[in-house]
């Protein structure tokens, strides 16, 4: 399982690059703009944290297959690193997805804004890297995010498609969860919800336990100490 954090807050980023064993970090337009700084500053900051083999996923804001390709080939170059494209699916992108699949530049490619299987299964076959399912603004219509992803997983093994499903828009641990038990390759989520997972009222009160013990006994010594 890959975690990934969805942020592009640099402050963020840095705790959770020291702390959590994240595979990298995604972004999309509205991500960046929610910081409200300098594009190129912002990314190339981020780039800095978690290094080139950890990989940045950076959103196209183009509409036409050329011009995605286009914007691909300068963040190729002015960003570099382990660097994924994400294109929204649509017939354009589609399209530019084939085309930087043909061209050899060294990107990868995350299919976003993905809803239905299909969405996801046609992208594949276009050559994406990753397809983007949104869990949480699926439950959120009363439709299945989860089943979402499950249709996927279950499509991609079908056919045997080398395309991983990265699941993104979540608002809660369940969510994570499930889609882990359903086979999801990649999950993306905010620091919060990523400490959230590791969170349990138990497990501090096993500590405080495992604290008040050894103390009781050898004050407060460490081991290093003896
Ligand atoms: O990466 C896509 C994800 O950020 C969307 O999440 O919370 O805006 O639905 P959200």
Redesign the pocket.
Known sequence: MEYIL?TANVSDIKYMNEYFPIAGV?T?P??IAKEKTDFYGLVGSIRNIIGNEKMLHIQTTQKTAEKIVEEAEVLAKKVGGNLYIKIPVCDEGLKAASMLKRSGLNVGVTM?AIFTPQQALISAMAGADYV?P?V??LDSISADGVGVVADIVTLFQNFDVKCKVLA??F?NVQQINDVALVGCHSV?ANAELLKAAISHPMTDKAIQGFDADWQSVYGSSTILDF
């Open positions: 969805d995604t999309n509205s991500i976003t983007a949104y949480n603004r993104a828009s608002k993306t």
